[in-house]
């Protein structure tokens, strides 16, 4: 009986998590669609203001993505994995293969705005190590 409260508690509070997924994954994905496109301005907007202020402008914020994440800047695949809660916050974990057909793993903190969710940060996650 304790572990079937365990589970559907545990059900209970990844719930607001879950109802964010697709318009969580929608920025994300408008994003990446906007660098494809060369349209920093639109890649801009949905960006968090805490990065609109530390960037400035969209131009800025186009070269860092050129420079700092071209597998963000020209994606050749993009899959959406999960959807988690860390201390508060809203992480999406995306993997993307680039033009070369190296995988890489990313999250990005979101948060939601009056203008909707938006991208507060974006972390390049280390690359798994191949063992023998």
Known sequence: MRVIAGLLTAAFFAMPAIAQEAPIQNTIQSQLNAFVADDFATAFTFASPTIKGMFGTSENFGMMVQKGY???HRPADVTMLELREVAGNLWQRV???????????????????????????????????VGV
């Open 70 to 72: 071209p597998m963000v």
């Open 95 to 129: 993997m993307i293969t680039d033009q070369q057909g190296r995988t890489h793993l990313l999250d990005y903190q979101m948060v939601e705005t009056p203008d909707g969710w938006q991208i507060n940060g974006v972390q390049l996650l280390p690359s798994p190590g």
